[in-house]
């Protein structure tokens, strides 16, 4: 079946530093790929998408490109911040019958210190 | 901002104990999903509503748990006997094209704990 596999966390950035986050999935077809973000407490957010290949989803100054070649779809940010310490999901829809259904990874904490 | 309102958020229960809880969506989501959410993995899909049809409920844990949405509108997920496994997050979600938009909007979720 598909599945997406993240890194595991934490990652620990300084405020400023750069991010990634690995996210490489497998998948029949042509999956739609998304980020979610956890805020401690607060139910899961989405934080961008891409719906095809080289598509580049953003939002909030984090980006993440559909690369179909390397089945990946990493998380970057150029200059974190202490707000943006939270656990991040890395997520593919698939289709069934019609519907769809978002197949999650594990999650990545981020923990970004003054 | 509309947003998906679950209660209770948190619930303490003893095992072999009936818990409940409740989801209510965002006005005219037609589509709504039950996840559980294991310390320290992603969410699961237990079961999706498209108005007040089950279109799956494929990892539901049928024996004992149980899910409604009797008008299309709000959710009752029960477990019943809950069993100390079952301690986890279990969230909401609904979106407004279950084929189309694909962005799901999540609650702040109800977290359990099975004694």
């Known amino acids: 079946g598909n599945s997406v596999t993240q890194m595991e966390g934490p990652v620990t950035l300084s405020e400023e530093a750069f991010l990634t986050i690995n996210c490489t999935y497998t998948?029949?077809?042509?999956?739609?790929l998304f980020w979610y973000v956890q805020y401690p407490g607060e139910g899961l957010q989405l934080l961008l998408k891409a719906t095809k290949a080289d598509d580049k989803g953003s939002n909030k100054g984090f980006e993440a490109t559909y690369r179909k070649e390397t089945t990946s779809f990493h998380l970057e940010k150029g200059s974190v911040q202490v707000s943006d310490s939270a656990v991040y999901f890395c997520a593919l829809s698939e289709k069934n019958t019609g519907f769809q259904k978002l197949v999650f990874g594990t999650g990545t904490r981020l923990l970004v210190s003054p | 901002e509309a947003e998906v309102a679950q209660s209770p958020r948190y619930k303490i229960t003893e095992k072999s104990q009936a818990v409940a809880f409740w989801c209510d969506p965002i006005s005219g989501h037609a589509t709504l999903y039950w996840y559980r959410q294991i310390l320290g993995q992603g969410p699961e899909l237990l079961v999706q509503f498209q108005d007040e049809s089950v279109v799956d409920d494929s990892q539901l844990p049928k024996d004992r748990f149980s899910a409604e949405r009797l008008k299309g509108v709000d959710s009752t997920l029960k477990i019943q006997p809950a069993e100390l496994g079952d301690s986890a997050m279990y969230l909401c979600?609904?979106?407004?094209?279950?084929?189309?938009?694909?962005?799901?909007?999540f609650g702040p979720g109800t977290r359990l704990l099975v004694l």
């Open positions: 998948a029949t077809g042509y999956p739609s």
């Open positions: 979600a609904s979106s407004l094209d279950p084929s189309g938009s694909e962005t799901q909007y």
